[in-house]
């Protein structure tokens, strides 16, 4: 499976970017599907999340209320809405996939696929 991110960029505070996660050579709902980001010197953070039976997302307390995780079957394409964006959010934004169990979404080692990544800068 590969995956591509797209749709990162600058901007400003409380301002609003959409980012992609497009999959070739698998079905995106067939696995639970998690956006993660990472700043120079530190470990990978986990984001968002979407269940692959239910559709539903699960966030981080850092973004909750702020982002969204939508999902284009049709597109095989998963999508991070963010809002009311922080300087706080700049990072180098990566989705990936887990085979694994929707306990382990938050647990970047357990990720078997991931995109190359997306840099969202938050300027004050």
């Known amino acids: 499976v590969q995956l591509q991110a797209s749709g990162g960029g600058l901007v400003q505070t409380g301002g609003s970017l959409r980012l992609s996660c497009t999959a070739s050579g698998g079905t995106l709902s067939r696995y639970v599907m998690g956006w993660f980001r990472q700043t120079p010197g530190r470990e990978r953070e986990f984001v968002a999340a979407m269940n692959r039976n239910s559709g539903n997302g699960n966030y981080a307390d850092s973004v909750k209320g702020r982002f969204t995780v939508s999902r284009d079957s049709a597109k095989n394409t998963v999508y991070l809405q963010m809002n009311s964006l922080q300087p706080g959010d700049t990072a180098l934004y990566y989705c990936?996939?887990?085979?694994?169990?929707?306990?382990?979404?938050?647990?970047?080692?357990?990720?078997?696929?991931w995109g190359q990544g997306t840099q969202v800068t938050v300027s004050s």
């Open positions: 990936g996939i887990t085979t694994g169990p929707w306990g382990v979404r938050g647990t970047p080692s357990r990720y078997a696929y």
